[in-house]
């Protein structure tokens, strides 16, 4: 097997965690590595196109709010909504209450059950409103916020990946990517992640820095607060549990950074 590049990696995380036309050249353990400890570097990219509709309409003159619901759209649109339904599936599976096995069969289903709308209807509401909040203070705080939040959501999956973390299925992504990330590996990229956040906020004044870099943090201990009780739930991670674990962490780091 040849050996593989950072260019596989790069393409293997913008190919299955964004829409854009990244055709994926490899798929074994070794590609998948490398994707998931580039996540962050597709969230980056999904954060700033968010950031630049925002900004584009405000320079157009619309509205704090109309700016929030294309940055929080944004997102959305160029993971094809991938991560927004795995999330309602998630909350499908955990709210059915069933055993892992029923509750796996479910969350596989095409439909989306009670769990699930409410679930995305909140999530949705809690982005706008942070976003609209920060808006309307400034552009330039609606958009570090969701720079800093698209990439904290894609750093809980490389943390989600590494080495320890079964598949709840054998097949499918959470299968390829379950524990392929090691663990001194994932812990670099999230401080690397973190430290960048904090440099983010920085030319806010250093109580920004600190409540960006606090925003990623939490971010992450929420989406490891459900990561882990998916496991117990159902025995591993599953392409929705990743998902869910995306907006999670996208939602709380927005809320950090709407405090104070």
Sequence with gaps: MPRTSPADGIRFAFGTLTALPVRVTRWDREAARGGMQCAPLAGLVIGLCAAGAGGALTLLGAGPLLAAVATAAVPAALTRGLHLDGLADTADGLGSAKPAEDALRIMKQSDIGPFGVITLLFVLLAQVAVLFQLYEASWVRGAPAAVVSATAARLALTLAARDGVPPARPEGLGAAVAG??????????????????????????????????????????????????CVRRFGGVTGD????????????????LALG
């Design 180 to 229: 392929v990330v090691p663990r001194g590996r994932a812990l670099v990229v999230a401080a690397v992640v973190v430290v960048a956040a904090a440099a983010a906020g920085a030319p806010l004044g250093a109580v920004d820095a600190v409540r960006s870099a606090a925003s990623v943090v939490l971010a992450l201990t929420a989406a490891e607060l459900l990561l882990r009780h």
């Design 241 to 256: 549990v990743f998902g869910g674990l995306a907006e999670t962490a996208a939602t709380c780091a927005l809320v950090v």
